[in-house]
């Protein structure tokens, strides 16, 4: 992982991560140990610091905004789910967000965001194909509730100064 800004090139998606608590190098260490990638293949990623906190992003044409898993499938929700109970604390949340073109017409835009609350791991989640002249269509979208503790979409990440 380096700090230097990576170059989006043409056609390429965009997986970004944070705020990340504490050390994030040793966040992106266990994440890979974890078996959770960026990509299904290994790709580069970058740390920035934000005014939101320090953030993992990867750009690569591979790179989808969610994560996956070793065997090159989108990781289990229970395989994030025990990686981010054991990394945040009560209170701290985290965010996996991008897009990807799977088309030169078509984006998919993913965003889910982790709240640890009461030794529980809350997500909210949404998935979006945008088409062509504003088209959008709903692929996936949840939200947790428990004990009136709503986890709310939050808006994206700020702008890192690259567009996928």
């Keep these: ?20 608590p504490g050390d994030p190098q040793g966040f992106h260490q266990r994440l890979l140990l974890s078996g959770l990638r960026f990509a299904p293949v290994p790709v580069r990623t ?5 005014p939101m906190g320090m953030v993992i ?22 395989d994030l789910y025990r990686f981010l109970s054991a990394e945040l604390r009560d ?19 993913s965003e889910a965001h982790f709240r640890f609350v009461g030794g529980r791991l809350m997500c909210a989640e949404e998935r979006v194909l945008l088409g062509p002249n504003g088209q959008r269509e709903l692929l996936r979208s949840r939200t947790d509730l428990a004990f009136a503790n709503v986890v709310p979409i939050r808006p994206r990440l700020p702008d890192l100064g690259f567009e996928p």
């Design 57 to 78: 992003a990867a750009i690569d044409e591979r790179c989808t905004g969610y994560l996956f898993a070793t065997d090159g499938f989108e990781a289990p929700e229970s």
């Design 1 to 20: 992982m380096t700090q230097q800004a990576i170059r989006a090139d043409g056609g390429a998606g965009m997986t970004v991560i944070g705020p990340i």
């Design 91 to 109: 209170g701290e949340g985290v965010s996996i967000s991008g897009e990807y073109a799977p088309d030169p017409d078509r984006t998919i835009r």
């Design 46 to 50: 970058a740390l920035y610091s934000l």
